[in-house]
T-cell receptor, first 111, second 112 residues
Framework: DAGVIQSPRHEVTEMGQEVTLRCKPI?????LFWYRQTMMRGLELLIY????????DSGMPEDRFSAKMPNASFSTLKIQPSEPRDSAVYFC?????????FGPGTRLTVL | AQSVTQLGSHVSVSEGALVLLRCNYS??????LFWYVQYPNQGLQLLLK??????LVKGINGFEAEFKKSETSFHLTKPSAHMSDAAEYFC??????????FGTGTRLQVFP
């Protein structure tokens, strides 16, 4: 198995632009998680899905952030409009039981 | 509600020395406990986990951790540090659901 796949690996954009991060979970995993990691705030859970349904989005910082999971093999995290304080590494993880498998992350820089 | 406290944001050891990374948890239900490692510019990788059964858990790369309910601790140890162990280590706790609560991480430095 290729593991959790995230794209792009790096994204540089300008303030105000829309950013879409993509994730392909491990086949057969029924839970998917989006995290954000920064030096100041550490690792934060943004949202997680179970069987493609959002279960807990309490970590989504504001309405500029949205996440979708249209099917079991694909999820997106969108930021519109982006701001410099959104600069971080965004991780996607998936699980079938209680063990989460992390993707390599997307490093987002908003200028 | 679950929470995790990792004591010491930075730990430095000499190569060959004992590694001890501390983790204390709070949970209202029997916890599942995890240690993850993150190497530079990579995602998190599971080192070991405790769910039920034996309280001493062995993981990859020679690491182990012991679940101590009376102390609400799950400290990570390795008898002899290697240069390749330099990384950031995260302790996490979950209830019976999938959601993990992570600690703030401990950066391990290994000196020759």
């Amino acid at each position: 198995d290729a593991g959790v796949i995230q794209s792009p690996r790096h994204e540089v954009t300008e303030m105000g632009q829309e950013v879409t991060l993509r994730c392909k979970p491990i086949s057969g995993h029924n839970s998917l998680f989006w995290y954000r990691q920064t030096m100041m705030r550490g690792l934060e859970l943004l949202i997680y899905f179970n069987n493609n349904v959002p279960i807990d989005d309490s970590g989504m910082p504001e309405d500029r952030f949205s996440a979708k999971m249209p099917n079991a093999s694909f999820s997106t995290l969108k930021i519109q409009p982006s701001e410099p304080r959104d600069s971080a590494v965004y991780f996607c993880a998936s699980s079938a039981t209680n063990e989460q498998f992390f993707g390599p992350g997307t490093r987002l820089t908003v200028l | 509600a679950q929470s995790v406290t990792q004591l010491g944001s930075h730990v430095s050891v000499s190569e060959g020395a004992l590694v001890l990374l501390r983790c204390n948890y709070s949970s209202s239900v029997p916890p599942y406990l995890f240690w993850y490692v993150q190497y530079p510019n990579q995602g998190l990788q599971l080192l070991l986990k405790y769910t039920t059964g034996a309280t001493l858990v062995k993981g990859i790369n020679g690491f182990e951790a012991e679940f101590k309910k009376s102390e609400t601790s799950f400290h990570l140890t390795k008898p002899s540090a290697h240069m390749s162990d330099a990384a950031e280590y995260f302790c996490a706790v979950s209830d019976l659901a999938d959601k993990l609560i992570f600690g703030t991480g401990t950066r391990l430095q290994v000196f020759p």
